[in-house]
C-alpha cells in the first residue's frame, strides 16, 4: 500500500512536470531556447514541449511593431541656438536571435544611438533649415539606425521628430516675425483687393461710356438710313412720276401748263429773284389773250 502511494506520487511529479514543460507560441511572438545555456533554438508559434531542466526559455519575443517615445534630447544646431527635441522610433523584431544575443538592453541602446544620430544632423543645419526640415532629418535618422541595428536583428521602419523647442527668447523672435508676416500678408490681401475693387470699377466706366458711344453711334446710323430711304422714296416718286408723264406722251401745251403750276409753287413770296423761262412767258401771253377775248365776248 504505501508503495502504491509512493508511485502515485511519482506519476503526479511527472505528470506536473511534463505539463509545465508544454509551452504554446502565441501569435507574433518567438521564444529563444537555450539548451544548458547555449542557444538551442527559436520557437515560432504553435505548441512545443521542452526539456525538463536541460532546456529553458531564454527571452520571449514579440515579433509586432513597436513604438519606443524617447524624451527630449539637447541638441546644439550649426548657428549655436541649442534646443529640446524628442523622437518617436517605430521597429520591428525580425530575427529574435540575434535580438537576445546580439547586444545589451536593445532599446537603452536603440536610443544613445537615435539622439548621437540626432545630435550630428541637427549639428549641420541652422535653426531655421532644422525647423522646416522634418522629413530630412526623419529619413537620415532611420537609414543610420536601420544600418545600424540590422546586427541586433531589429528593422527600423520610420522616425518621427515629435517636439522641436527652441529657447523661449527665439520662440517669442518667431513669433513676433509670424505676427509681422501675418499683417504684412494682410496688408497686401488689403491692397490687393482694393486694386481689383479700382480695376472693376474702371472696366465698368469703361464699357458703359463703349455701350454709350456704340448707342449714339447706331442711332446716327439710323437716323442717316432714315433720311437716305426718305431721299430714295422721293427720288423713285419722282422718276415714277417722270416715267408716268412720258408714258403720256404729254403735249407742248402741257408741259408748258406744268412749268406755270411749278412757276406758281416757286413764286410764293419766298423768292426774291425768279427768272421766267421764254417758253412760260410765251404762255402766259396766250393766256392773256385768251382772257381778253372771252372778256370782250
Same mark, same amino acid.
Given at each position: 500500500?504505501?508503495?502504491?502511494?509512493?508511485?502515485?506520487?511519482?506519476?503526479?511529479?511527472?505528470?506536473?512536470?511534463?505539463?509545465?514543460?508544454?509551452?504554446?507560441?502565441?501569435?507574433?511572438?518567438?521564444?529563444?531556447?537555450?539548451?544548458?545555456?547555449?542557444?538551442?533554438?527559436?520557437?515560432?508559434?504553435?505548441?512545443?514541449?521542452?526539456?525538463?531542466?536541460?532546456?529553458?526559455?531564454?527571452?520571449?519575443?514579440?515579433?509586432?511593431?513597436?513604438?519606443?517615445?524617447?524624451?527630449?534630447?539637447?541638441?546644439?544646431?550649426?548657428?549655436?541656438?541649442?534646443?529640446?527635441?524628442?523622437?518617436?522610433?517605430?521597429?520591428?523584431?525580425?530575427?529574435?536571435?540575434?535580438?537576445?544575443?546580439?547586444?545589451?538592453?536593445?532599446?537603452?541602446?536603440?536610443?544613445?544611438?537615435?539622439?548621437?544620430?540626432?545630435?550630428?544632423?541637427?549639428?549641420?543645419?541652422?535653426?531655421?533649415?532644422?525647423?522646416?526640415?522634418?522629413?530630412?532629418?526623419?529619413?537620415?535618422?532611420?537609414?543610420?539606425?536601420?544600418?545600424?541595428?540590422?546586427?541586433?536583428g531589429i528593422k527600423v521602419n520610420r522616425?518621427?521628430?515629435?517636439?522641436?523647442?527652441?529657447?523661449?527668447?527665439?520662440?517669442?523672435?518667431?513669433?513676433?516675425?509670424?505676427?509681422?508676416?501675418?499683417?504684412?500678408? @494682410?496688408? #497686401? /490681401?488689403? +491692397?490687393?483687393?482694393? $486694386?481689383?475693387?479700382?480695376?472693376?470699377? %474702371? =472696366? &465698368?466706366?469703361? !464699357? @458703359?461710356? #463703349? /455701350?454709350? +458711344?456704340?448707342?449714339? $453711334?447706331?442711332?446716327?446710323?439710323?437716323? %442717316? =438710313? &432714315?433720311?437716305? !430711304? @426718305?431721299?430714295?422714296?422721293?427720288?423713285?416718286?419722282?422718276?415714277?412720276?417722270?416715267?408716268?408723264?412720258?408714258?403720256?406722251?404729254?403735249?407742248?401745251?402741257?408741259?408748258?401748263?406744268?412749268?406755270?403750276?411749278?412757276?406758281?409753287k416757286v413764286a410764293d413770296g419766298k423768292?426774291?429773284?425768279?427768272?421766267?423761262?421764254?417758253?412760260?412767258?410765251?404762255?402766259?401771253?396766250?393766256?392773256?389773250?385768251?382772257?381778253?377775248?372771252?372778256?370782250?365776248?
Amino acid at each position: 500500500m504505501p508503495f502504491l502511494i509512493f508511485l502515485g506520487i511519482i506519476v503526479f511529479i511527472v505528470l506536473i512536470i511534463v505539463i509545465s514543460n508544454v509551452k504554446v507560441v502565441p501569435q507574433a511572438n518567438a521564444y529563444v531556447i537555450e539548451k544548458l545555456g547555449a542557444y538551442s533554438a527559436t520557437w515560432s508559434t504553435g505548441l512545443h514541449v521542452k526539456v525538463p531542466f536541460i532546456d529553458r526559455i531564454a527571452r520571449k519575443v514579440s515579433l509586432k511593431e513597436q513604438v519606443v517615445d524617447f524624451p527630449p534630447q539637447q541638441v546644439i544646431t550649426k548657428d549655436n541656438v541649442t534646443m529640446q527635441i524628442d523622437t518617436v522610433v517605430y521597429f520591428q523584431i525580425t530575427d529574435p536571435k540575434l535580438y537576445t544575443y546580439g547586444v545589451e538592453r536593445p532599446i537603452s541602446a536603440i536610443e544613445n544611438l537615435t539622439a548621437t544620430t540626432l545630435r550630428n544632423i541637427v549639428g549641420e543645419l541652422e535653426l531655421d533649415h532644422t525647423l522646416t526640415s522634418r522629413d530630412l532629418i526623419n529619413n537620415k535618422i532611420k537609414i543610420i539606425l536601420d544600418e545600424a541595428t540590422d546586427a541586433w536583428g531589429i528593422k527600423v521602419n520610420r522616425v518621427e521628430l515629435k517636439n522641436i523647442l527652441p529657447p523661449r527668447e527665439i520662440q517669442d523672435a518667431m513669433e513676433k516675425q509670424m505676427k509681422a508676416e501675418r499683417e504684412r500678408r @494682410a496688408r #497686401i /490681401l488689403d +491692397a490687393e483687393g482694393e $486694386k481689383q475693387g479700382q480695376i472693376l470699377v %474702371a =472696366q &465698368g466706366h469703361k !464699357e @458703359a461710356a #463703349i /455701350l454709350q +458711344a456704340d448707342a449714339i $453711334k447706331e442711332s446716327k446710323v439710323r437716323e %442717316a =438710313q &432714315g433720311e437716305a !430711304e @426718305a431721299i430714295l422714296t422721293v427720288q423713285k416718286a419722282y422718276a415714277d412720276a417722270l416715267r408716268m408723264l412720258n408714258e403720256a406722251a404729254p403735249t407742248d401745251k402741257v408741259i408748258q401748263l406744268k412749268s406755270l403750276e411749278t412757276f406758281e409753287k416757286v413764286a410764293d413770296g419766298k423768292s426774291t429773284k425768279i427768272i421766267i423761262p421764254s417758253e412760260i412767258q410765251n404762255l402766259a401771253g396766250l393766256v392773256t389773250s385768251i382772257k381778253e377775248v372771252v372778256d370782250t365776248k
